[in-house]
């Protein structure tokens, strides 16, 4: 099983961006997939995630609708879409898969990737 996570960077407030996770090694349009974030000093969080009939959860109210989620399952890969970042959004994000197809918390995950920075500073 692979999971890798890009498309992180340095970004200024208000600014916009997209993170990618593509997978292989399991059934991807069977699997959930969440986006989790660990911030410095700050244990890691919940952020978003969609299940394998594309509904959508909101692991808390951190990123208050500015944040979405997309999957394809064409190109097995999820996307992060970011606006109006903050520089409270700084973190490594990481991608997660949950098999059994549905969105669970972050210690029911199957398989994890390596994170991507998001860096929001002026």
């Known amino acids: 099983v692979q999971l890798q996570a890009s498309g992180g960077g340095s970004v200024q407030p208000g600014d916009s961006l997209r993170l990618s996770c593509t997978a292989s090694?399991?059934?991807?349009?069977?699997?959930?997939i969440g986006w989790f974030r660990q911030a410095p000093g700050k244990e890691r969080e919940g952020v978003l995630c969609i299940n394998r009939r594309d509904a959508l959860t909101d692991y808390g109210d951190s990123v208050m609708g500015l944040f979405t989620i997309s999957r394809d399952n064409v190109k097995n890969a999820v996307y992060l879409h970011m606006d109006s970042l903050k520089p409270e959004d700084t973190a490594v994000y990481f991608c997660a898969v949950s098999t059994t197809g549905w969105c669970v918390s972050q210690g029911a995950m199957t398989y994890w990737g390596k994170g991507t920075l998001v860096t929001v500073s002026s």
């Open positions: 090694g399991f059934t991807f349009d069977r699997s959930a």
